[in-house]
């Protein structure tokens, strides 16, 4: 009900002279951007914007338009040893931090070796488990030591660089640089109103880009219908909305819909230990009866692609379109009766005694994932299963891991390993955060996650996936519903907007604004 009043009222509200917000007096170029996500901090360190377009920050390594590696802090792209457990970078001169110190060598081992300290709370060690130790040989050069051959650990080097000055006799977790962060970024962080609003004021010191737009704020609106009613008013120079809300601004003047292609899943995320859904044929009647096509003509207003492993199609050389699910009802339910799981007289299915229920859980305000929730709980009623869906919150999600499933998103189009490994691999079954939430073990996928993760050979890793996602689909742990197209409605007032297949993470980072430090006013 929520969603179809807040498309009525953005409705009025963009029909009735709201079209374009009013303009102020005449100063340096400004833009302000409705956000669906607020960060917990501005560390990189700590799990901030750890694949680049951190705005505050920048990375040994950056990437273009085409998701392309490019030199960063660094002068050239780092140079690998033929084992592939070495790897040096040479930095820029002349680089400054916001604060006027220099930037060095030494805060670039101390940004990395911070991460992979036990003491400090950092939700992205996980992706440095390959690294073993990283120096700098003098002020300029970084050198990293490897555990074992990594494949796509070029790709780890986007994390943004802190000044290790600003955290000495400072415990990391709790510094003030947390909210107040020094970077080398095109961008520094004037005010942070925690739960309100967040203003960048551009970099002009900065190395290579002094940004035209002179002043970003960052308005944090959780709730998809409380930010499309307040773009409608004219509080928001651009916003991101669910496809179905942004499709209310088509042919509206002084207003354009952007659609980006991504590699950000949402899936139903099935709890491997819950006595139901134990057993992996049970699984594969689960995706087996779900219509994602249906999904995403209605859901997503055509906006996005079927899903079946976290492998996006956007990751070309690796993805195998052979690993599907095909909607067929009538197989999920023969493969539910052959599993002993029948319907009885109330048209529910269960087994010795227990019923065969699966309740679905989806975080309150995310009205997309409560649309794909109740979707779900539908396709999965069809078939005798008794699927009540529930809103929450991220953190109950995680707590009834075991015993519900519930509606993850996640996912990014750089390398497969950072999409799969860590949701997948049974080494994370059971630990904190948002890794392998649904306690899933497969050997089979363990071997070919691995292989992939460390052969150097291009074509052997190539086979490596191909072997995970169908030992994936035979065993599904999930059933990965759709990759989103990500949809965002912007006054019509910019140049500079470059398309780029966008990770999960499109905040105040990714999303269209990724590279607002090159925009202009037209």
């Known amino acids: 009900m929520r969603t179809v009043i807040g498309l009525v ?129 003098d ?56 739960g309100d609003r967040m203003v960048l004021k551009a970099n002009e010191t ?13 308005v944090y609106i959780t709730d998809d219908n409380a930010r499309a009613t307040r773009m409608a008013s004219g509080e928001f120079d651009a916003t991101v909305l669910p496809p179905r809300l942004a499709q209310t601004y088509r042919d509206k003047a002084g207003y354009k819909i952007v659609q980006n292609p991504s590699a950000d899943y949402r899936g139903l995320g099935i709890p491997s230990e819950l006595p139901f859904t134990k057993d992996p044929n049970v699984r594969v009647a689960i995706n087996t009866g779900i219509n994602r096509q249906a999904m995403i003509d209605t859901v997503l207003a055509g ?20 690993a599907k699910f095909d909607f067929d009802p009538q197989k999920a339910g023969a493969i539910l009766d052959l599993a002993g799981w029948v319907i009885g007289s109330d048209g ?22 409560k649309d794909l929730a109740l979707a779900v709980g539908s396709d999965l009623a069809k078939l005798g299963i008794d699927a009540p869906v529930e809103a929450t919150t991220f953190e109950l999600m995680l707590q009834r891991q075991k015993e519900t499933a519930a509606i993850w998103g996640g996912g990014d189009p750089y390398d497969p390993d950072t999409a799969a490994y860590t949701l997948l691999h049974s080494r994370y079954s059971g630990q904190s ?12 996928v363990d071997t070919a996650l691995d ?12 086979q490596a996936y191909k072997d995970f996602q169908k030992a994936f689909v035979a065993d599904p742990g999930w059933a990965f519903l759709v990759f989103l197209d990500h949809t965002y409605v912007m006054r019509d007032k910019w140049t500079g907007l470059e398309e780029q297949v966008e990770p999960h993470d499109h905040g105040m980072v990714h999303a269209v604004w990724w590279n607002i430090e090159h925009w202009s006013p037209k």
Request: aromatic share 8%.
């Open 206 to 218: 900065h190395w290579d880009t002094k940004p035209n737009i002179k002043t970003v704020t960052f």
């Open 451 to 462: 292989e992939a993760r460390k052969n150097l050979d291009r074509a052997a890793r190539k």
């Open 9 to 137: 009222l953005l409705g009025a509200l963009v029909g009735t002279g709201c079209s374009v917000a009013r303009q102020g007096p005449a100063g340096p170029p400004s833009i302000v951007i409705g956000a669906g996500q607020e960060p917990d901090n501005l560390n990189p360190i700590l799990g901030y914007a750890p694949d680049g377009a951190a705005k505050i920050f920048d990375g040994l390594l950056d990437r273009d338009a085409k998701l392309k590696l490019t030199p960063g802090l660094a002068v050239e792209l780092p140079e690998t040893s033929a084992d592939g457990l070495t790897w040096t970078a040479k930095l820029r001169q002349g680089v400054k931090f916001s604060d006027g110190a220099p930037l060095s060598a030494q805060d670039v081992a101390f940004t990395y070796k911070s991460v992979l300290d036990p003491k400090v709370n950092s939700t992205i060690a996980s992706r440095y488990d390959a690294l073993a130790d990283v120096q700098a040989t």
């Open 303 to 322: 906006a996005g692609k079927p899903a079946a492993t976290p492998i996006s199609p956007y990751l070309a050389e690796w993805y195998d379109p052979a």
């Open 433 to 444: 955060g948002y890794v392998n939430m649904t306690l899933y073990k497969n050997s089979q």
């Open 348 to 369: 529910k299915r269960a087994k010795d005694g227990q019923p065969a229920r699966l309740p679905i859980l989806y975080p309150a305000e995310d009205s997309l994932r």
């Open 139 to 194: 002020d300029s050069t970084v050198v990293f030591k490897l555990k074992y051959p990594y494949a796509p650990f070029d790709q780890t080097l986007t994390l943004g660089i802190v000044p290790r000055k600003a955290f000495d006799g400072v415990d990391i977790n709790a510094a003030p640089f947390n909210t107040a962060p020094i970077g080398t970024g095109p961008y520094t962080v004037n005010q942070w109103r925690k």
